[in-house]
Nanobody
Framework: QVQLVESGGGLVQPGGSLRLSCAAS????????VGWYRQPPGKQRDLVAT???????DYADSAKGRFTISRDNAENTVYLQMNSLKPEDTAVYYC??????????????WGQGTQVTVSS
């Protein structure tokens, strides 16, 4: 079975940092694109960072300059380093592995999510 498991969330003060981890089993992250998404209560799930199979990265404007997505191939784990956290970063964070070819989604795996709360 393919599983993605997020960890590292918690309560942090504004200006603090967290590093989220997403460990995969049954598949390697290199086969597709990895995304970190977040979903505040009552709102839609939005993409905040992406990592392609060839190592390219992209970030939402709200995350640019503060968040960094990276991968440890030996551990088959993807990370999201989150610095200078703000209350508006509060959300459930999810990792996603997706591959699309010939206009169709070939696979689309999601983790269970980890709660990040930024509050004083």
């Amino acid at each position: 079975q393919v599983q993605l498991v997020e960890s590292g969330g918690g309560l942090v003060q504004p200006g603090g940092s967290l590093r989220l981890s997403c460990a995969a089993s049954g598949i390697t992250f290199s086969v597709g694109s990895v995304g970190w998404y977040r979903q505040p209560p009552g709102k839609q799930r939005d993409l905040v960072a992406t990592l392609t199979s060839d190592g390219g990265t992209d970030y939402a404007d709200s995350a640019k300059g503060r968040f960094t997505i990276s991968r440890d191939n030996a551990e088959n784990t993807v990370y999201l380093q989150m610095n200078s956290l703000k209350p508006e970063d509060t959300a459930v964070y999810y990792c996603n592995l997706k591959k699309t070819s010939w206009g169709r989604v070939r696979y689309d795996y999601w983790g269970q999510g980890t709660q990040v709360t930024v509050s004083s």
